[in-house]
């Protein structure tokens, strides 16, 4: 098994009209999320989320913007790295350009979502953290990937209280 390099990007892609491109995830964890990966042996952040966009989503990024991140403490599917369980975050919001050309491997019911959807599936995952749906019922119909709550939250692309953060946070672990 792979041991994990403790670093991973995420990229925010959204069109003209303010929507976010968002997928289930194929692979664990489960969730609704942007483009997202480690950044292994890519060399730079901006390297590796140039990459992920084009392999989970066939898209060409033409600009990329730094717009939050930091340490997390999520578990992936590897072994832990030298820094432990967790990943130190880049998140970036995204031009692109190209024809949507999904991986199948990786991902699944890919879609636009506007704010309203956006916040519907936060409140999905906060209702999965609060044990109002059990894991099968989340896995089934997926709320925002955990890890992805902190993201949207600190840049205000959705609302949730400082307990329901924590409570999700949890989930991450």
Same mark, same amino acid.
């Given at each position: 098994?792979?041991?994990?390099?403790?670093?991973?990007?995420?990229?925010?892609?959204?069109?003209? $009209?303010? %929507?976010? =491109?968002?997928?289930? !995830?194929? +692979?664990?964890?489960?969730? &609704?999320?942007?483009? *997202?990966?480690?950044?292994?042996?890519?060399?730079?952040?901006?390297?590796?989320?140039?990459?992920?966009?084009?392999?989970?989503?066939?898209?060409?990024?033409?600009?990329?913007?730094?717009?939050?991140?930091?340490?997390?403490?999520? $578990?992936? %599917?590897? =072994?832990?790295?030298? !820094?432990? +369980?967790?990943?130190?975050? &880049?998140?970036?919001? *995204?031009?692109?350009?190209?024809?949507?050309?999904?991986?199948?491997?990786?991902?699944?019911?890919?879609?636009?979502?506007?704010?309203?959807?956006?916040?519907?599936?936060?409140?999905?995952?906060?209702?999965?953290?609060?044990?109002?749906?059990? %894991?099968?019922?989340?896995?089934?119909?997926?709320?925002?990937?955990?890890?992805?709550?902190?993201?949207?939250?600190?840049?205000?692309?959705?609302?949730?209280?400082?307990?329901?953060?924590?409570?999700?946070?949890?989930?991450?672990?």
């Amino acid at each position: 098994m792979t041991t994990c390099d403790n670093t991973s990007v995420g990229i925010l892609i959204t069109d003209h $009209r303010g %929507r976010c =491109l968002v997928f289930e !995830r194929a +692979t664990l964890p489960h969730g &609704t999320a942007p483009a *997202a990966g480690h950044i292994d042996d890519h060399g730079s952040s901006e390297d590796a989320a140039r990459a992920e966009v084009e392999e989970e989503l066939g898209l060409t990024v033409t600009g990329l913007t730094r717009i939050t991140g930091g340490w997390r403490e999520n $578990r992936c %599917r590897r =072994l832990p790295g030298a !820094r432990g +369980t967790g990943h130190e975050w &880049t998140v970036f919001q *995204a031009a692109v350009t190209g024809e949507l050309d999904p991986s199948a491997r990786e991902t699944k019911n890919v879609r636009w979502i506007d704010s309203d959807a956006l916040q519907e599936l936060a409140d999905r995952t906060v209702a999965r953290a609060q044990g109002r749906l059990s %894991r099968a019922e989340f896995e089934a119909a997926p709320g925002i990937e955990p890890v992805w709550i902190q993201w949207l939250v600190d840049i205000a692309a959705i609302h949730i209280s400082s307990g329901e953060l924590l409570r999700v946070e949890q989930l991450t672990q």
